[in-house]
């Protein structure tokens, strides 16, 4: 069995959940549930706290999770980053008072900062000369200042609102962006063939998400022109049509770009074309 350890709570939780779900695997029924077995597909889901997931698995208690790059880099294990999961995007920042003097990386020195991920933010000053005291927070880093706890803060930042708040503004470079990712235990060969089956589901996920079909005619002597525009990942399938001057085009093109792909083979002389939904894919 490869055990996986996803978030229980958390803004990465209900995301990894879908993900594995969407992947074929099987998830709880029940909150309070803390370990499934899916032994149809050999695998043990644990429900941990996001925060411990590197811990465990950089143990070798489990063999592979499912956090963020953040709190990998926070957690001083040993576990490895094995491929990125597309959701649960995030920047890492410092933010000082408003009326306070501090606005770039040198103005730390000498100061307090609070922050959640006191490894991370630690490591990251010493790196550059900054001598400064990380003070450790579970939570609610914002109001740290206004008590008197910090000088500064250093949080987790999507759009500033909390922040702006707090009456605190951003500044300097981002400390880090972090998203969701796979991790694996050091003691796991990454050639396991356990994990390369979860790796190629995982990939069939993030394909499906990103990608849609797409169907189109075009007249044979378009179909380069045409091509040239949706090039596919491999080579487009190109099948005859009863009329014997057009072809029938399907290839695989980025969801985003789905109308401006449209538009260009209207324009190059396609009529037909149909997008459909990806429900999964293997690579």
Request: aromatic share 6%; charged share 25%.
């Amino acid at each position: 069995m490869l055990r996986i350890a996803v978030p229980n709570k958390g803004m990465l939780s209900e995301p990894a959940w879908n993900m594995l779900a969407e992947a074929g695997y099987r998830l709880r029924t029940n909150p309070r549930q803390l370990v499934v077995e899916d032994s149809d597909n050999g695998i043990e889901l644990f429900y941990l706290r996001p925060l411990d997931i590197a811990v465990y698995v950089g143990r070798g208690t489990i063999d592979v999770g499912i956090t963020g790059q953040d709190l990998l880099k926070n957690s001083g294990t040993e576990a490895l980053e094995h491929m990125p999961l597309g959701f649960g995007a995030s920047t890492f920042r410092f933010a000082a008072p408003n009326e306070s003097s501090i606005s770039e990386l040198k103005d730390i020195d000498g100061k307090r900062v609070a922050t959640s991920f006191d490894k991370l933010v630690h490591d990251y000053l010493v790196e550059r000369g900054i001598n400064a005291e990380t003070i450790h927070l579970d939570g609610a880093v914002e109001s740290s200042v206004h008590l008197g706890v910090a000088d500064l803060i250093a949080d987790v930042v999507s759009t500033g609102t909390t922040l702006r708040n707090a009456g605190l503004r951003i500044f300097g470079d981002p400390i880090m962006h972090s998203e969701a990712c796979l991790i694996r235990s050091p003691r796991l060969d990454p050639k396991d063939e356990r994990l390369t089956v979860l790796s190629r589901r995982l990939e069939g996920v993030l394909t499906a998400q990103r990608y849609v079909l797409m169907d189109y005619d075009i007249p044979i002597s378009k179909v380069a022109a045409a091509v040239a525009v949706t090039p596919g990942f491999e080579s487009p399938t190109i099948s005859p049509l009863h009329d014997k001057q057009w072809n029938a085009v399907r290839v695989m093109v980025p969801k985003a770009k789905v109308n401006q792909l449209m538009d260009d083979l209207y324009e190059v002389g396609a009529r037909g074309i149909i997008v459909t939904a990806l429900q999964a894919s293997r690579m």
